[in-house]
């Protein structure tokens, strides 16, 4: 019993004094406020101005820098429709140049075709009827094809139709030299030609 009387007599000192620690707050909290009058603003013009200043200012400058990327991507997009446009103009030219050279009678041929085209020439000639004497590739700087010589002799006309022989393959095949000497009542021949490549 007497614990309790104890507790209760705590308790009630306690509240007492938060009672009185929470009005007393109260009462400086309304003294610390200081509501503002109705015609005083809360900054003055020189603030307000320079926070215009600063937010325009800013605007500006973001629109400006969107301005020029725009107008930058607008020249990429046209430098490149241009490139473009030089680029199908010269596949285009290509596609036409390539046609008519494969539509053509002689043509370059592959680089690995050129071994047949050979010897689809030397069986053309012993067809004519000329004696081959010699027959070796000439090995000089070419890039677009091969360099051959062959030594022949015979009649007159199946040497010279020999000769024009290399004009009737489907290959471009050129004549580089020749050189005719006549011995014994025949002709002996020696043509330098070549097979030009893709």
């Known amino acids: 019993m007497i614990i ?3 507790f209760s007599e705590v308790i009630g000192i306690l509240s007492a004094r938060f009672k009185a620690s929470k009005e007393q707050n109260s009462d400086n909290l309304q003294e610390a406020y200081v509501e503002p009058r109705a015609n005083e603003p809360r900054f003055s013009n020189k603030i307000r101005l320079g926070i215009y200043v600063a937010l325009l200012s800013i605007f500006i400058f973001v629109t400006s820098m969107l301005t020029t990327r725009v107008i930058s991507s607008y020249y990429e997009k046209r430098e490149t429709e241009r490139q473009i446009e ?3 103009s010269f596949i285009s030219e290509w596609h036409e140049k390539n046609n008519k050279l494969n539509s053509e009678d002689m043509r370059p041929v592959k680089a690995d075709q050129v071994d047949m085209v050979q010897t689809d020439v030397i069986f053309r000639l012993q067809a004519l009827g000329v004696n081959i004497n010699t027959i070796k ?3 000089q700087q070419e890039t677009d094809g091969r360099v051959f010589s ?4 015979g009649q007159y006309e ?5 000769v024009k022989s290399l004009q009737e393959s489907d290959a471009l095949v050129g004549l580089k030299h020749l050189v005719l000497q006549g011995k014994d009542g025949s002709i002996s021949a020696k043509l330098t030609y070549k097979i030009y490549t893709k």
């Open 150 to 153: 062959v030594e022949f002799s």
């Open 137 to 139: 590739e000439l090995k």
């Open 4 to 6: 309790r009387e104890k």
């Open 86 to 88: 030089t680029m199908q």
């Open 158 to 162: 199946p040497v010279m139709k020999s």
